[in-house]
């Protein structure tokens, strides 16, 4: 029987998409083939591809003047290409540091654009999400990035960064659609899709159609995304059974009710979790400053690490899978994002305070 899956990506994914899945795998929409099996030319895809593009556009409301692509390479491939999408080569691009994605993200800026650091909370461990008072801004800078939700260090933005003045660009891998977001107070959304929406290998991307095409640079067409929006994501090849899972796993969205239904469902798993952490009397500790702390990845340690191990083989007979801390903070994380049942928090919470009890 399957465990409740905690991992923080590739992670769990809705049991009716699966199941679906299993159904249509050999003989995919009348087809006698498996939609891994037909061209992405053909009706059928067409068809699937463009529905995963409308039910995304109905569930996050994007306007019209947004390109939405489905893409391949990951979010770190992503976070590269959007310097030289984005920005003249030369122009400066502002970055807001959280966390290990946001420093990833910089990184994989740097070939293609000056970058400015606003502002970072590496000192102290990336518990907090930094003052906008103490921010250094840069003139003339091309976009503002950030990180909606970071996933190692469970910080997250509760609300969005006070950015009007350039394009605000956020990488949501971890947090995409599991809230309401206001969509045009962006230049660019970003998510891989293997934690809240799909299988790994594919990435979606939400652009303001006018940013693109003014970067001046000679780029290979395939990194160049103006192709990729006149194309409809298919200026090759594109993953098209990610895609395909993708759009199941938006279509369970809609049937849930939307994402709102999924806020109000995130927000209770978060404050069951936060609250068995916070009223373990110190046995189970989460450092981040309670305004930034993230609905999806939650990571805390055990009072004493010498449990660790006896606190993961545990959970896993029990049935609570993945919950063995990022190799970089140590440790314990759940991940409880859009497909983790509150039955799963609530397995999660149980445990947790008879292991506490037992082992206090
Ligand atoms: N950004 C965030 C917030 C992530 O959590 C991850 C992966 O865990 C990435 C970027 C990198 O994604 P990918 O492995 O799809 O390139």
Not at 40 to 53: L, M
Not at 63 to 80: E, I, N
Not at 347 to 359: G, I, N
């Amino acid at each position: 029987s399957r465990a409740f899956n905690f991992s923080a990506g590739p992670a769990t994914l809705p049991e009716p998409v699966l199941l679906q899945v299993q159904r249509e795998l050999l003989e995919w929409q009348g087809e006698r083939a498996s939609v891994m099996e037909v061209s992405h030319r053909g009706k059928a895809f067409i068809a699937c591809a463009a529905k995963a593009e409308a039910d995304l556009r109905e569930l996050m409301g994007v306007p019209d003047d947004y390109a939405v692509l489905f893409l391949q390479g990951g979010a770190t491939t992503v976070s590269a290409l959007l310097a030289m999408n984005l920005a003249r080569a030369g122009q400066t691009a502002e970055y807001l540091l959280t966390g290990h994605w946001g420093e990833k993200a910089l990184e994989n800026a740097k070939a293609s654009v000056r970058t400015h650091v606003v502002a970072s909370d590496a000192d102290n461990a990336y518990r907090r999400i930094p003052d906008a008072a103490a921010w250094t801004r840069a003139a003339d800078s091309a976009y503002f990035h950030y990180t909606s939700n970071e996933t190692i260090h469970g910080v997250e933005f509760s609300s969005l960064p006070d950015v009007t003045d350039v394009p605000l660009v956020a990488d949501f891998s971890s947090n995409f659609l599991a809230r309401p977001v206001d969509v045009r107070r962006f230049g660019m959304i970003y998510a891989g899709a293997q934690k809240n929406i799909g299988p790994a290998g594919i990435t979606v991307a939400v652009i303001r159609k006018d940013l693109l095409g003014r970067h001046g640079r000679e780029l290979p067409p395939i990194f160049d995304w103006q192709n990729q929006v006149k194309n409809d994501s298919m200026f090759n090849t594109p993953p098209t059974f990610p895609w395909y899972v993708t759009g199941l796993v938006l279509q369970w969205m809609r049937d849930e009710g939307g994402v709102e239904v999924f806020a109000r469902r995130n927000a209770e798993k978060a404050a069951l979790l936060y609250s068995t952490i916070d009223g373990s009397g110190g046995f189970y500790r989460n450092p981040v400053d309670p305004a930034a702390r993230s609905t999806m990845n939650v990571p805390f340690t055990l009072h004493d690490e010498a449990l660790d191990k006896t606190f993961l083989a545990e959970t896993e007979a029990a049935g609570l899978m993945g919950l063995k801390g990022h190799r970089a903070l140590g440790g314990m994380r759940a991940s409880i994002y859009n497909a983790m049942p509150l039955a799963g928090v609530q397995a999660l919470a149980d445990f947790m305070r008879d292991f506490a009890v037992r082992h206090g």
